[in-house]
């Protein structure tokens, strides 16, 4: 098995921006495994809210090329969950699928439906900057929105529903909330019917969510990464936010996904900001998912070639020549 792994860089339309920080472009890392005869690819994005970047990235790939072996069943034991794997993993899935002849969803024997709906990120701003970006995109039926914690969150809200009245809201605070701050501002997005709150509080403080009324489902993204998370997330998330990057890839993301269900969490499938080859794997999630929120290759100023098909905030079937 031979394995190949670079960067590649897309700029973005607009500056991203969350609690965090912004960015201007999208950096990602991309995995070739052929094995003499058929190629598959995969595609993972460095999260530096994990300690990730480039390099770290690439060094981990590179340390098992020699490794003997390989497959999906090792590579738990090879890499920790994260970018690195993702790339690989989905990579070795795109390979058996064009072995095989078959789709992955068909390898995976999970649902698969034609057309799913997906949010449209909003990102932090001025209540009037963001009112602005929600006119563009006020016919998309999911808005959600980018909060920072501070005291213009609930004016961004009610400006985006302004700008757009006929979209759903979903709201996003990146862990940037306090204890006063959410009691404060949530009684007044449930009369603005938003759907969902994901991270209110950072990861390592997220135990008084016990404490307090979920009049709005709240859901775990920085603080679930794997099946492992979810028995410390009952009783304070009602949805849990699966996304490739933080699963360490398909395979993992197929297990959260299932024993998410068993422990009675919804599922919102997400994205980090990417191209459309780390879109593909997470859309065949989606089809049993009770929110989508994969928008990444609509924050770009250019994708693939080959791209997954989006058209008025639907998301339709990755194309074989892409992925899976």
């Not at 072995?99 to 024997?109: D, F, H, I, Q, T």
């Not at 759903?168 to 940037?176: F, K, V």
């Amino acid at each position: 098995m031979k394995i190949e792994v670079k960067e590649e860089i897309f700029p973005l339309n607009h500056p991203f921006r969350i609690s965090r920080g912004s960015r201007t472009e999208a950096c990602v890392v991309v995995v070739s495994v052929n094995d003499g005869q058929h190629t598959g690819r995969g595609e993972g994005v460095p999260i530096a809210r994990y300690n990730q970047n480039t390099a770290s990235v690439l060094a981990h790939i590179e340390s098992i090329q020699h490794a003997g072996e390989l497959d999906r069943d090792n590579l738990e034991r090879l890499l920790p969950a994260g970018a690195a794997r993702n790339a690989l993993d989905c990579a070795l899935w795109d390979l058996e699928a064009k072995r095989s002849g078959k789709r992955v969803w068909e390898l995976a024997s999970i649902p698969i439906v034609d057309e799913i709906k997906t949010s449209f990120t909003i990102s932090l701003d001025t209540s009037e900057r963001m009112a602005d970006a929600a006119v563009t995109a006020a016919e998309l039926p999911i808005l959600k929105v980018k909060l920072g914690g501070d005291d213009a969150d609930l004016k961004r809200v009610e400006a985006v529903h302004a700008a757009a009245p006929r979209a759903r809201l979903l709201i996003d605070a990146n862990e940037s909330w306090s204890l006063p701050h959410y009691r404060k501002i949530v009684p007044a997005l449930n009369e603005l019917t938003v759907e969902l709150i994901e991270q209110p509080f950072p990861a390592d403080a997220d135990e008084v969510l016990e404490t307090l009324d979920h009049p709005i489902p709240i859901c775990a993204d920085e603080s679930c990464h794997t099946t492992a998370d979810l028995p410390r997330l009952k009783n304070r998330y009602e949805v849990i936010n699966v996304k490739l990057d933080k699963t360490g890839g398909f395979t993992e993301a197929l297990q959260l996904c299932q024993r998410a269900r068993e422990n009675g969490f919804k599922m919102l499938i997400g994205c980090m900001v990417c191209t459309s080859l780390s879109i593909a794997p997470a859309r065949l999630l989606a089809s049993n998912a009770d929110w989508v929120d994969l928008d990444g290759p609509l924050l770009l100023a250019r994708d693939r070639d080959h791209p997954v098909p989006y058209e008025d905030g639907t998301i339709g079937i990755p194309p074989r020549q892409l992925w899976g």
